[in-house]
């Protein structure tokens, strides 16, 4: 067997954690069979998708775990492990944001296709009980559905009852080897990312995530050490610049997130 750098770590790896998730489901067949499962439908068609996709609008950026475009609208697929990431108004604004990147300049608003946000999260974060919730506006006064094209669904990861569909997309999810997983699209691909040539793919894309992990730490004590520098008082602006060997600016705008002023 050859020798992959983070080998171990790989096979350790489920389609529900972020780094393996992100490579996985660039697969556009796994992409579908994940949404006609949840969705119940068998004539899902994808058109396209990316993952770890940025979107800003309002001055706020989004990353998208699995976005893309499909014959019935477009569609964004949140995996959360925490509860505080599967937040409603969270849901609120992801599909609020797919909107805003629906309608092109020109276009007449009934032209914004139907959007779908779902959320699968590892524990069931609406606290119903159920596999799955599936939310549409509706009329309050008479309960007819509003049928204005917007979809949020929540899935609840604990449920993987094998005797359903949905059950044995959540048990996939959550399984490290390929060989126990149920749909072999999922398992092909996750083989390939384990063993196949994708392998290399895995090892470059966590070896970046830690350049990354690394980078953040040591911005987070730069800017520890900056701040208590600031908050002693002693020095000078310039001077607090030389000693964390950092530009000017980086300690004027941790001096202005503190309301501190040079005298």
Known sequence: MRKVEYYDKIQRLRLIDDVFMSEAFKDIPCVELMLKVILGRDDVHVLSVKTQKILQGWGRTLRLDVWGNAELGTFNT????????????????????????????????RDIPDSYVIFITEHDFLKGNKPLYTIERCIMETGEKFNDGSHIIYVNGSCRDGKTALGRLMQDLFEPDPSKMNYSVLAERSRYLKEGDGI?????????????????????????FITNLLKLGRLAFSEIAQCAGVPLSRVQDIANSLGIHES
């Open 78 to 109: 949140e995996f959360q492990r925490s509860n505080d990431g599967a937040d409603i108004r969270r849901a609120r604004l992801h599909s609020s944001t797919l909107d805003y990147f629906s309608l092109d300049a020109g276009q007449k608003f």
């Open 200 to 224: 290399e793919i895995m090892s470059e894309t966590i070896r970046e995530l830690f350049k990354d992990e690394i980078a953040a730490g040591r911005a987070e004590k730069e800017g520890s």
